[in-house]
């Protein structure tokens, strides 16, 4: 499990070693050592490195690095790209033989690795001045590909440590050594410019011991264990059955995406609510579901999918049906939005209805409780004015965190790193897909995997214990609907890796993935 702190955090835990009478500055020599042995790896035929040092403590980490590598052999060259650097630092680098540039140097092409280290826990919003010249200029050159390879110290300047919010220009990075912990933008969609994550504890990491992660992310093997799995003495009723309500005649599509990924994820059954003409369509893609026309509260399942594809106007006492019934339920798309309605008229909706927004549709969700449940918003967010879409995409861990806590509900927000957040204020982080997943049909895709996965464990507890309380009211395990809910991202992105079994990127269209899952379950299982 990775966990991650908020620059913050770290500061703070920093601040009384740092300030002890005898404190001797040795976490920044241990920075600079772990910074310099990392750097080495990129040294070879060209053994020169190219410092972007900023005057603050993130720029004296590099300094020191570099100071080792100079003693070492290493040509190094620092750009003071705020035209300071802490003092002892400079000295400790021109003294081992570093040279200071004037300016950024004509060519790159000596320089075996880039070094970034202008901003590290101490920044506040956009990189300004110079800093911001230098780096709008290299990566003008990295988009061209004629940029060496970068590694950033602590994380990439440009990138606020608390949230992940990404103020550009960023400079991509291949590596970031970060110190202590790893930081909250590490599982934030701001790890795809931070490279492969380097942690050096420094040797306290074990004073965050108390102190409650931002976000977590698990491997597979720690997450497969909340899955069901069938025993011998199963049957379809006994292995989950999954109502779904989803898709509509302007969008057949999502209906037989769904259905198909619910039915490929492999609970008892899956029961198809539609039109005639869905159903029809349904019969003939996937013909193991079972298709009825019969009111939702008519039928017996373990859980609900409803939304993706549906039209909110027609299938409004559908959708509703979904939120408010006592069984566990994905919300998608169309539902998401239901449910903010209800949300702010009604109630708490319980961790077992997991709601799948992205940033947009999150914002839509808080607009509505902030407008017609003040009251609420005011007891539980204060000042805080509902989020647009874009202050979602900055703070992603704080407004996934934020919505879950106000609904009640567990909230699974899209993005190219997708975010849990368990109403117990829990948040797993779940790493990046590939980007070809970016397509339409995708969120469908995801809805029936989701909707099958929570059949099975709703079905589970049933079998385990008939003694537990009834679906709907409060259940045992809060976050295991979170760490569900990561299972489900877990075999979507694995279902398009094996589209990618070759090896070679290309396009993953979700009829095709949706034929993969089977294969991805099965990897899942085994890990
Ligand atoms: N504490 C420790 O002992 C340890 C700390 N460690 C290291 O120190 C780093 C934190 O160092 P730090 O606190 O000095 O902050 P840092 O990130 O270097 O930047 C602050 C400077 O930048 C400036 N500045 C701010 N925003 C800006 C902007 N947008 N654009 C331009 N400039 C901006 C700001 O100036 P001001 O705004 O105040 O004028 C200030 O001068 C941490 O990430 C880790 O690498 C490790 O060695 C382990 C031990
Ligand atoms: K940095």
């Known amino acids: 499990m990775i966990s991650a702190y908020s620059g913050s955090t770290i500061r703070a835990i920093e601040e009384p070693v740092v300030s002890a009478p005898d404190y001797d500055g040795y976490l920044m020599q241990r920075a600079a050592l772990a910074l310099s042995s990392s750097l080495e790896n990129y040294l070879g035929a060209k053994n020169k490195v190219l410092l972007l040092a900023g005057k603050g403590n993130n720029g004296a980490?590099?300094?020191?690095?570099?100071?080792?590598?100079?003693?070492?052999?290493?040509?190094?060259d620092a750009l003071l790209t705020e035209?300071?650097?802490?003092?002892?630092?400079?000295?400790?680098?021109?003294?081992?033989?570093?040279?200071?540039?004037?300016?950024?140097?004509?060519?790159?092409?000596?320089?075996?690795?880039?070094?970034?280290?202008i901003l590290g826990t101490g920044s506040r919003?956009?990189?300004?001045?110079?800093?911001?010249?230098?780096?709008?200029?290299?990566?003008?050159?990295?988009?061209?590909?004629?940029?060496?390879?970068?590694?950033?110290?602590?994380?990439?300047?440009?990138?606020?440590?608390?949230?992940?919010?990404?103020?550009?220009?960023?400079?991509?990075?291949?590596?970031?050594?970060?110190?202590?912990?790893?930081?909250?933008?590490?599982?934030?969609?701001?790890?795809?410019?931070?490279?492969?994550?380097?942690?050096?504890?420094?040797?306290?990491s074990d004073l965050l011991r108390e102190t409650t992660a931002d976000a977590v992310r698990y491997c597979d093997a720690e997450l497969v264990g909340c899955l069901p799995q069938p025993g011998a003495f199963d049957h379809k009723y006994t292995r989950g059955v999954l109502g779904m309500i989803c898709g509509s005649e302007e969008y057949p599509g999502a209906a037989l995406m769904s259905t198909q990924a619910a039915v490929h994820t492999g609970p008892g059954m899956v029961r198809f609510v539609g039109t005639d003409r869905l159903n029809y369509q349904i019969q003939l893609n996937t013909p193991e579901a079972v298709c009825s026309q019969q009111k939702p509260e008519e039928l017996h399942v373990q859980a609900w999918a409803a939304g993706s594809g549906a039209n909110p106007e027609y299938r409004q006492q559908?959708?509703?049906?979904?939120?408010?019934?006592?069984?566990?339920?994905?919300?998608?798309?169309?539902?998401?939005?239901?449910?903010?309605?209800?949300?702010?008229?009604?109630?708490?909706?319980?961790?077992?209805?997991?709601?799948?927004?992205?940033?947009?549709?999150?914002?839509?969700?808080?607009?509505?409780?902030?407008v017609l449940d003040a009251q609420r918003w005011e007891e539980k967010m204060g000042e805080e004015?509902?989020?647009?879409?874009?202050?979602?995409?900055a703070h992603p861990v704080f407004w996934a965190r934020r919505a879950a806590v106000?609904?009640?509900?567990?909230?699974?927000?899209?993005?190219?790193?997708?975010?849990?957040?368990?109403?117990?204020g829990k948040v797993i982080s779940v790493a990046p897909g590939t980007p070809w997943l970016a397509t339409a049909g995708s969120g469908d895709t995801l809805c029936g995997i989701l909707g099958a996965l929570l059949a099975q464990y709703e079905a589970s507890l049933e079998q385990e214990n008939s003694t537990m309380p009834a679906s709907g009211e409060?259940?045992?395990?809060?976050?295991?609907?979170?760490?569900i809910a990561a299972c489900a991202v877990r075999i979507h992105h694995l279902a398009a890796d094996v589209v990618h079994q070759g090896g070679l990127q290309g396009p993953v269209p979700p009829s095709q993935v949706v034929r993969h899952i089977p294969q991805a379950v099965a990897t899942f299982l085994a890990s």
Request: hydrophobic letters at 45%; aromatic letters at 4%.
């Open 385 to 393: 004015k509902a989020p647009s879409r874009a202050d979602i995409e």
């Open 406 to 424: 106000l609904s009640g509900a567990t909230v699974l927000l899209k993005g190219a790193t997708t975010l849990i957040a368990s109403p117990s």
């Open 83 to 117: 035209g300071s650097a802490v003092e002892h630092a400079l000295d400790a680098f021109l003294e081992a033989g570093g040279e200071v540039l004037a300016g950024l140097p004509e060519s790159l092409d000596d320089y075996a690795v880039v070094v970034d280290a």
């Open 318 to 370: 559908d959708l509703l049906h979904a939120i408010q019934a006592k069984e566990a339920a994905v919300l998608d798309a169309a539902a998401v939005e239901v449910a903010g309605r209800w949300v702010a008229m009604e109630a708490i909706l319980g961790s077992h209805k997991i709601l799948t927004p992205h940033a947009g549709e999150l914002e839509g969700f808080l607009q509505w409780i902030q």
């Open 61 to 76: 980490d590099a300094l020191f690095a570099g100071a080792s590598l100079a003693q070492g052999g290493t040509a190094v």
């Open 474 to 483: 409060e259940k045992p395990e809060l976050e295991n609907y979170a760490r």
């Open 125 to 204: 919003g956009g990189l300004r001045n110079t800093s911001q010249q230098v780096v709008q200029s290299l990566r003008e050159i990295q988009l061209r590909g004629e940029l060496p390879a970068v590694v950033a110290c602590d994380l990439p300047s440009g990138i606020d440590a608390d949230s992940g919010e990404v103020f550009e220009p960023v400079l991509r990075a291949q590596r970031t050594v970060t110190f202590i912990a790893a930081k909250t933008p590490f599982l934030t969609s701001a790890e795809t410019l931070c490279g492969e994550m380097v942690v050096a504890d420094l040797g306290i």
